[in-house]
């Protein structure tokens, strides 16, 4: 199957079956880009609202209702990764050899962002709800249009998105293991290896592109203008699965120290 017909696939279909499209045996074969649909297809289960739903507190985990609730969150970051990485195969030209191997990373992640979410949705029914129980938001969507290129895709989609990933799934990984919800802690630690492999191939192509000047540099002048580094933090900050990622110690400084007004990095004290 062509990697570009596999996209569209993912992009217009509306079911969940159409999202989780098995993506093995791709052809990477010449193809323009093409412009992205205003918002991913998606069944009226699964679509996006207005609603504002709001994350549950720590103290609140040990109920089902709430982990499943938690966990809803997680998925629905998987199915826009999913949705934002089959958008990148679409809309980017495969021209070049260069082209087919950036593309076939993000086929890589792809399909450990359908593995991921297989896993979350499991772990939801198991405590009793389902995908589609709880409202969605389309936060990750919205910063498609302004990925004009892969450099600026795997900026925003790797060394932010992903990159933020890590310190969430270490921080909810241990509020689990403290519950004694080994499956849910499992669950996040898959996750956790996944996201590091993914984080690095970003850095990778980052690197490779980088004109003359530092990565940290680089990677900022990239972001869309209203996201800033310190979307790629979490309430904790993991210096070791940024050095397992293949970051060089100046640019995990850099973004360790980085702050700005933005609530999630700003309202804890910093666990080192």
Not at 113 to 131: A, C, M, P, T
Not at 174 to 203: A, C, M, P, Q, Y
């Amino acid at each position: 199957m062509k990697a570009s017909d596999f996209s569209k696939e993912i992009l217009l279909g509306s079911s969940l079956d159409s999202k989780l499209f098995n993506c093995n045996d791709l052809v990477f074969d010449e193809f323009e880009g093409r412009d992205i649909p205003l918002t991913p297809s998606r069944s009226n289960e699964i679509q996006f609202s207005e609603k504002q739903g709001k994350f549950p507190k720590r103290n609140t985990l040990n109920n089902d209702s709430n982990k499943a609730l938690a966990l809803h969150f997680f998925a629905n970051h998987e199915l826009l990764a999913i949705e934002m990485m089959a958008a990148a195969l679409y809309c980017y030209p495969t021209i070049t050899e260069e082209d087919k191997k950036f593309k076939k990373g993000i086929v890589s992640a792809l399909r450990d962002e359908q593995k991921h979410f297989k896993l979350y949705v499991g772990r939801i029914n198991e405590l009793g709800s389902d995908f589609g129980d709880f409202p969605v938001n389309d936060f990750f969507w919205k910063q498609m249009p302004d990925l004009k290129t892969p450099s600026e895709f795997f900026s925003m989609m790797s060394l932010t998105f992903e990159m933020a990933n890590l310190d969430f799934c270490i921080h909810y990984k241990e509020i689990f293991e403290s519950l004694g919800d080994e499956k849910t802690s499992s669950i996040l630690n898959t996750v956790l290896e996944d996201e590091i492999s993914h984080v690095s191939i970003g850095r990778h192509w980052l690197e490779q592109w980088k004109p003359t000047g530092s990565l940290w540099d680089y990677y900022k002048s990239l972001l869309p203008e209203k996201i800033t580094p310190a979307r790629a933090k979490g309430m904790i900050f993991s210096r070791e699965a940024r050095a397992r990622a293949g970051f060089s110690e100046d640019f995990i400084d850099s973004l360790d120290n980085y702050r700005d007004d933005f609530l999630v990095t700003s309202r804890k004290k910093w666990k080192k």
